[in-house]
């Protein structure tokens, strides 16, 4: 599978029927997903991260590529991969190692170390991945001004939304207001001219429901890997008290 088939994936989409991308963590996860029916994945670093014994944020570059070429490699799917800020990593460096790790796509944040980077300064280097990769990767903008927060004095939505525009000029096939809230994605949506992902959480909309809002895909982090691991204990719990 290919970009151009993750691509083909987020458009043409109608309100309320959005691209769920489930995040697997490890290989027999991404295949029972895959086998459930979905058409593409996007793996979750704090999800790989906490498999791989790790801190969220604290995985070596080498183990994170390893693990999402163990899952592309298991699945017929198309895989994005979240690489969070690069790990530093010069563009050509980063897109060779997203390829011949099987990724297809990528998610790059606009924070490091829990401060945000100048928009512009990650503009460009999105640029360069995007030339770097032509269209062999689909690269999904993820902007943290809800995560991290903005510089007193600046409104919240309109710097997401310029952050956003400037992405997207730079080359980014899909931005990312990660956490951004619900009654706000009508307006994200309508000022971008790309598809906007959202996050669903756990008590917030569902799929559908973020669909209708205006978000063309729909991601979870590592929120199914923390399902699993909370029906895990239960059953650890009825294995103790059997």
């Known amino acids: 599978m ?3 088939d993750l691509r083909a994936l987020h458009h043409g989409r109608t ?3 959005p691209l769920v991308l489930p995040g697997p963590w490890d290989a027999a996860s991404a295949r029972v997903l895959a086998d459930a029916g979905f058409p593409a994945l996007a793996t979750p670093s704090a999800g790989i991260a906490a498999s791989l014994g790790h801190e969220d944020g604290a995985t ?4 994170m590529f390893a693990a999402v070429a163990r899952i592309a490699r298991a699945v017929p799917v198309p895989v994005s991969a979240d690489i969070e800020a690069g790990y530093g990593l010069a563009p050509k460096e980063l897109v060779e190692r997203l390829l011949d790790a099987g990724a297809v796509g990528c998610n790059l944040e606009d924070s490091v170390d829990g401060v945000l980077m100048d928009p512009q300064r990650q503009a460009d280097r999105l640029a360069e991945v995007r030339a770097v990769a032509g269209e062999r990767l689909f690269v999904n903008a993820r902007i943290d001004t809800y995560v991290h927060g903005v510089p007193e004095g600046t409104d919240q939505e309109a710097e997401t939304v310029r952050r956003a525009l400037l992405y997207a000029a730079a080359g980014a ?3 990312y207001p990660i956490l951004a809230p619900p009654e706000a994605l009508p307006r994200l949506a309508a000022a971008v001219p790309v598809p906007l992902n959202a996050l669903a959480l756990p008590d917030g909309p569902g799929p559908r429901r973020l669909g209708e809002l205006g978000a ?3 991601t979870f982090g590592p929120g199914l890997q923390h399902r699993a691991m909370a029906a895990l ?3 650890a719990d009825e294995l103790r008290a059997d």
Do not use: E, K
Not at 60 to 63: I, T
């Open 2 to 4: 290919t970009a151009s």
């Open 233 to 235: 204990r239960r059953i």
């Open 173 to 175: 096939d899909c931005v």
């Open 15 to 17: 309100p309320g029927d």
């Open 216 to 218: 063309a895909r729909i």
């Open 60 to 63: 070596p570059a080498a183990a």
